[in-house]
């Protein structure tokens, strides 16, 4: 089953906070005129060893995914390996689809300053090509991620992923850190719905 015109809708009041009003059948699967002026997303969830990205192109009756994946890298390899592995996979990515717009996952309180500093790594590789590509840029707060896919702020990765799984008719489940960058995909695409639907999840960096 595609996302219906209710579900994007109450995806849309998860994130501002609003109570939705009952859509009636027989409506189209999506608002009639969108005001987003981005038709190509790209989400990615920087990590180290794992980040996930994913592309999708927003359409009728449901957004399509172009692409979606893990950019990963073994234990063994040192970080600059890693960090070239990150930037290039990306800059390929951003090459094939042409996506105009990122959306990437919040900072987040790491529990040491050595876990801080590698995820700023993995992250300032990712964005510095997504940068030079010359996409906006915006970041959104995992919760708020969460809350607009699952309706549930402390989800679960495997919510997170069934969610994006129905949301967008994939034939198989994604991997949690492919998962995590297609909902921030999603998320951005309500995001650009401000006009209609006073949204302000996203801010841009």
């Not at 893990?70 to 090459?95: E, F, G, M, N, Y």
């Not at 500093?117 to 997504?130: H, K, S």
Request: charged residues 20%.
């Amino acid at each position: 089953m595609g996302i219906t015109l209710q579900q994007f809708n109450e995806m849309n009041a998860r994130v501002s906070g609003r109570k939705t009003r009952a859509v009636g059948r027989g409506v189209d699967p999506l608002p009639s005129s969108p005001v987003s002026t981005h038709k190509i997303i790209l989400g990615v969830d920087p990590s180290l060893r794992g980040t996930g990205y994913g592309v999708i192109e927003l359409a009728k009756p449901f957004p399509r995914t172009l692409a979606h994946g893990t950019i990963s890298c073994p234990k063994d390899w040192p970080h600059s390996r890693c960090l070239a592995h990150i930037s290039q996979t990306l800059r390929d990515v951003l090459k094939k689809f042409q996506p105009t717009v990122c959306a990437v996952e919040g900072l987040f309180f790491a529990q040491n300053i050595k876990t801080a500093i590698i995820m700023g790594e993995a992250r300032g590789a990712a964005l510095a090509v997504i940068g030079e590509a010359g996409l906006e840029i915006y970041e959104i707060a995992p919760r708020k991620v969460k809350q607009a896919i699952v309706g549930y702020g402390a989800a679960q990765k495997l919510a997170v992923a069934k969610m994006v799984q129905r949301f967008l008719q994939l034939a198989e489940l994604p991997g949690p850190d492919a998962a995590d960058a297609l909902a921030l995909a999603l998320v951005q695409g309500q995001t650009q719905e401000r006009s209609r639907y006073s949204l302000s999840a996203a801010k841009q960096i």
